[in-house]
């Protein structure tokens, strides 16, 4: 069963890469388009599914609506910094490492979640610090991503600007239905025991795709 | 809604719990990961379930590499002499999927639009590509059937040459330009077009 649906995720060699049609709007064109950025930017976030299982482990134990924000802010930010920096700067990183690291960053929170860091070292690292790193991972996947297109410096930083408003704008969306989802669930005396299911089976999840991209910068280079 | 306890205040599952979900997690991973991901992404596999399952064929699937047409193989050259802000239109008849390679160069930067129209409307036209330059070379594949190609105009104070050399599967020649228009149906044979200049 997990292997039937893995397949039909597993589409592609990249965790996500942009699509054909969004590619070509990219690369042709001039000047500042922020709309159609901030569209692309909450795309990327709604249909990533390493962004979303990402999500769900970061907020599966937080139920006040002011800490989901505190928390997607926290990535965006993080996100906002390299992406800006990465594509300004020429600054390139494989893109199948940064999607292993993103991989290894739904590990580390489903780790977490089932205590796994209580119980290792005897403390809980910040979650805050966490969540502000794995942004700036994101953010520079996504830098590495968008230089392999041609773009207009025309622009180019409310472009960025537009993409990253987007982000956020597209993790609250996502995160509307986990969180109503989980706030649900947690009202359910089953919730404790499934939720160590749930976060292995988000570590599992996480495992696969490291060792997806992992595979695929040993072996496609 | 009732405010439930947070983590922080629930007793975490113990070291051995931890490890064995982990482990479990880990485990379970590594099964998906050999027995599938490998196989399909990357025709890489040890244990033989790609080929087992058919899986392995994803990986050797490539598309978009090789698209059959239907139609005649034909090659056409032209060259067009623009007097200072003439316009010409040169088109081809392409059936939706048809490909063509093309090249084309100017003495001059020129304006051009790289536009079809589909069949239904000859009043609508679909732009795909639209600048100033002096060349252009690249695959067309048509989105839709109808006739494709290219409007120059000349923006200089000058005449201008332009040569246009393309291959593909079309199937008429439609030139448009000031005052008037041109139609060829290709013949259904394997001889290149004529010379349009």
């Known amino acids: ?43 990327h976030m709604v249909t990533g599914y390493d962004h979303l299982l990402f999500l769900v482990g970061v907020v599966f134990f937080l139920y006040r609506l002011k800490d989901v924000v505190l928390y997607v802010s926290l990535f965006t930010l993080g996100h906002s910094v390299t992406l800006l920096a990465g594509v300004l700067g020429g600054i390139r990183v494989d893109a199948h490492l940064v999607d292993a690291v993103i991989g290894l960053s739904v590990v580390y929170k489903g780790f977490e979640n089932i205590g796994g860091f209580e119980r290792l070292l005897g403390f809980r690292p910040d979650t ?8 700036l991972v994101h953010g520079l996947g996504l830098a590495t991503k968008l230089q392999e297109f041609a773009l207009s410096k025309d622009g180019l930083v409310t472009n960025l600007l537009g993409f990253n408003l987007g982000v956020e704008v597209g993790q609250i969306l996502a995160l509307a239905f986990v969180v109503l989802a989980l706030a649900y669930w947690r009202r359910h005396a089953g919730f404790a025991r499934w939720a160590l299911v ?14 997806h991209q992992l595979a695929g910068y040993v072996l496609a280079g | ?3 439930t306890a947070p983590q922080a205040a629930q007793e975490p599952p113990s070291l051995r719990t931890v490890a064995l979900a982990t482990a479990t997690a880990f485990v379970l991973a590594a099964v998906i990961l050999v027995t599938a991901v490998l196989p399909a992404e990357y025709g890489v596999d040890p244990l033989g379930t790609g080929a087992a399952f058919g899986l392995s064929a994803l990986a050797d699937t490539r598309p978009g590499v090789v698209a059959p047409a239907t139609g005649s193989y034909r090659s056409d050259s032209a060259v067009f002499v623009l007097r200072p802000f003439e316009w010409i239109e040169y088109k081809y008849r392409l059936e939706e999927g048809a490909g063509m390679l093309f090249a084309w160069e100017a003495t001059v930067p020129v304006r051009y639009d790289l536009h079809g129209e589909p069949n239904a409307g000859p009043e609508y036209a679909e732009s795909f590509e639209s600048a100033d330059r002096q060349e252009g070379r690249g695959t067309f594949r048509a989105p839709f059937t109808g006739i494709h190609g290219w409007y120059w105009q000349n923006r200089t104070t000058s005449e201008v040459t332009i040569r246009l050399w393309t291959t593909g599967f079309y199937t008429a020649i439609h030139e448009f330009f000031e005052g008037g228009s041109t139609s060829r149906t290709l013949d259904d044979d394997r001889a290149s077009g004529g010379d349009g200049s």
Do not use: C, I
Not at chain 1, 9 to 18: V, Y
Not at chain 1, 128 to 133: C, E, G, P, T, W
Not at chain 1, 198 to 211: C, E, I, P, Y
């Open chain 1, 128 to 135: 805050r610090m966490a969540v502000l790193m794995f942004g």
């Open chain 1, 1 to 43: 069963m997990a292997v039937a649906v893995w397949s039909a995720l597993a589409g592609t060699a990249l965790a996500h890469p942009m699509s054909e049609q969004n590619a070509t709007f990219v690369q042709g064109l001039q000047g500042s388009a922020a709309a159609p950025f901030v569209y692309l930017g909450a795309k």
């Open chain 1, 198 to 211: 749930t976060n292995s089976l988000l570590v599992s999840a996480g495992f696969v795709l490291a060792g």
């Open chain 2, 1 to 3: 809604m009732p405010d």
